[in-house]
């Protein structure tokens, strides 16, 4: 057990599996799977909901897994996720839809609520501008939605393809 904890101490906790068992990332896999087959069953209307009427649901789920679908829903970026703390038991996460069609946890908790959660100032910010942000808006101010999978690249063409050795296929 003292090697698992040494193992675990040594990389990041979303990646760490504990023997017989799961990592967040594998969770993350699964919440992907749920995801896409719950929009699947709600645009096919597999649940014979009036269109007319509002489509509420609930999803009862472990605290890792409640966790990993917030951060998939939210594209949250690893170091925010291990940043979250676990719901405790019974305890739960309305996420709820705001006037101009994006989800959020603001509407209905308090911002005292989501930093006892974990989130961090940004994410806190992300969630009230989520509040009331029209469908498909693109927040500026929440830097991990694009920027962060494009740090490795040069910030402009006169810079791009300086000292680089690599080939693009």
């Not at 649901?57 to 594209?75: A, E, G």
């Not at 996720?81 to 719901?87: C, D, S, T, V």
């Not at 961090?120 to 942000?133: F, L, N, T, V, Y």
Request: with cysteine.
């Amino acid at each position: 057990m003292i090697a698992v904890a040494i193992s675990k101490l040594s990389q990041k906790w979303f990646f760490f599996r504990f023997p017989e068992g799961e990592s967040a990332a594998d969770v993350f896999d699964s919440v992907s799977s749920f995801m896409e087959s719950l929009w699947r069953d709600i645009d096919m209307n597999r649940h014979h909901i009036d269109p007319s009427h509002d489509l509420n649901l609930i999803i009862v789920s472990h605290r890792l897994t409640s966790r990993v679908f917030l951060m998939k829903w939210f594209k949250w970026t690893v170091e925010q996720f291990e940043q979250l703390n676990n719901p405790g038991n019974c305890e739960f996460r309305v996420m709820q839809l705001g006037k101009g069609g994006e989800y959020s946890l603001a509407i209905h908790h308090t911002e005292e609520e989501l930093r006892e959660w974990g989130l961090s100032s940004e994410m806190i910010e992300d969630q009230k501008w989520r509040a009331h942000a029209r469908k498909g808006e693109w927040n500026e101010r929440c830097p991990w939605y694009l920027n962060a999978f494009f740090d490795g690249f040069a910030d402009s063409d006169d810079d791009a393809g300086e000292g680089d050795d690599c080939v693009c296929p």
